[in-house]
């Protein structure tokens, strides 16, 4: 019985050291794989945090500007930056809203819009004075860089930063490119809205042709095609309203839907202005204030 003592105490320190020692292991591993999980989460926020726009410059491919054109293109040179900058600000603080095409729909898309019109107004006021260059558009479209740059940008795709505006095409040349733009397309409702009550909902903009008379005959086809544009940039937006329901945040339908759409009619009334400037007569007051449109309920 004495030595049995001894023994049995033998065994139970044996087998206590092993579950002790299980127990370190398994605390060694978890720590492990939990330092693995936290470094793998900082390296994915810094990928996402290293994203920014990318643009194409613009002010080294203008021709030369006249003097009386200086103030307003320069204007709106200090404006695509102001754009850009807002983009980025957006991208920064939009990470893990919407779906997989979030940042195309919701900041590329309505970026390239945007630098489309303010391009669109620097070659007008260009060609108020001078001969109006062309090929100004194939600025405006923008890419992610850094980080996972591939990520997201959908049917943006790159500019050719290379591209170098050409004196002098049509007005109907720029009228046709910022229809074809839809860039924004699949911009989303208010996420916080409900998909009955956002189906309800259309978009009602100012009606431009009751507020043009005395339009000059040789500018009447070019006002007519501008105005029909109107109605195509409407109908676009209201389309891509009733099929985007529960994208994005609580601004989405303006900065996706609403905003750009300003920004295409805004280009599009600048257009109407100029085609009476043409002929020597003066577009009638106002019309710039009939650019914002807002959401109604059927």
């Known amino acids: 019985m004495s ?14 050291g092993a579950i002790g020692g299980i127990t370190c292991a398994a605390v060694v591993v978890g720590a492990a794989m939990a330092g693995q999980d936290d470094g793998s989460g900082d390296a994915n926020a810094s990928t996402k945090a290293a994203q920014t726009i990318s643009c194409p410059a613009v002010a080294g491919s203008l021709p030369e500007i006249p003097a009386e054109a200086r103030a307003e293109v320069d204007r709106n040179l200090a404006l695509l930056d102001t754009q850009i900058a807002e983009a980025d600000k957006r991208l920064g603080t939009s990470q ?67 591209a170098t505006p050409t004196a002098a095409a049509s007005e109907p040349a720029d009228g046709g490119a910022e229809q074809g733009s839809g860039a924004e397309q699949g911009g989303g409702a208010d996420a916080g809205s409900g998909t009955d009550e956002g189906s309800a909902q259309t978009i009602s903009c100012p009606d431009v042709a009751s507020k043009i008379s005395g339009v000059p005959a040789a500018a009447q086809a070019e006002v007519d095609r501008n105005l029909a544009l109107l109605d195509t940039q409407i109908a676009e937006a209201d389309k891509r309203l009733g099929t985007s329901q529960g994208e994005g945040g609580p601004n989405f339908v303006q900065n996706a839907i609403l905003g750009p759409l300003k920004d295409k009619r805004a280009s599009t009334i600048d257009r109407i202005e100029l ?21 109604t309920s059927g």
């Open 3 to 16: 030595r049995g003592l001894p023994l049995l105490h033998r065994r139970r320190i044996l087998v206590s």
């Open 96 to 162: 893990g809203e919407g779906g997989p095409n979030f940042v195309q729909n919701a900041i590329l898309g309505p970026l390239a819009d945007k630098r489309k019109s303010t391009l669109d107004r620097i070659a007008i006021s260009i060609g108020r004075r001078a001969e109006k260059p062309t090929g100004l558009d194939a600025l405006a479209e923008c890419t992610l860089s850094g980080g996972e740059a591939g990520a997201g940008t959908g049917a943006g795709g790159e500019a050719d930063s290379g």
């Open 275 to 295: 085609s009476f400037s043409r002929q020597g007569s003066t577009a009638p007051s106002g019309l710039d204030a009939l650019a914002g449109c807002s959401l």
